[in-house]
Nanobody
């Protein structure tokens, strides 16, 4: 059974930081992309960043709006992908989820993700 489990969410004051973790296991692809998404209430889910399980480079969906505040990385030995979020703003409040899909081209956000975690709440208070 595929598992993607997010952790590290919670409530933080504006200007603070959080590091989200996505522990992934039993993903039935030899090589795959793991990505972070977020969803605001009443809005469609949007991609944040992705990384290939065999690489170290992160790909950012909308880097300008995030202004370098978000950074994706991974610990391959632990099958864990991280999302470091700094200088958080109230408008970053959302449910954050990680997802996995097979293949390469992790910078191409048009490809659908196959497996999803349940999501975790991040609340930034001003």
């Amino acid at each position: 059974q595929v598992h993607l489990v997010e952790s590290g969410g919670g409530s933080v004051q504006a200007g603070g930081s959080l590091r989200l973790s996505c522990a992934h296991s039993n993903v039935p692809f030899t090589r795959y992309c793991v990505a972070w998404f977020r969803q605001f209430p009443g809005k469609a889910r949007e991609g944040i960043a992705s990384i290939h399980t065999e690489g170290s480079r992160g790909y950012y969906a909308d880097f300008d709006s995030q202004k370098g505040r978000f950074s994706i990385s991974q610990d391959s030995a632990q099958n864990t992908v991280y999302l470091q979020m700094d200088s958080l703003k109230a408008e970053d409040t959302a449910v954050y989820s990680c997802a996995a899909r097979g293949g390469f081209a992790c910078d191409e956000w048009r490809h659908a993700y196959t497996y999803w975690g349940t999501g975790i709440q991040v609340t930034v208070t001003s």
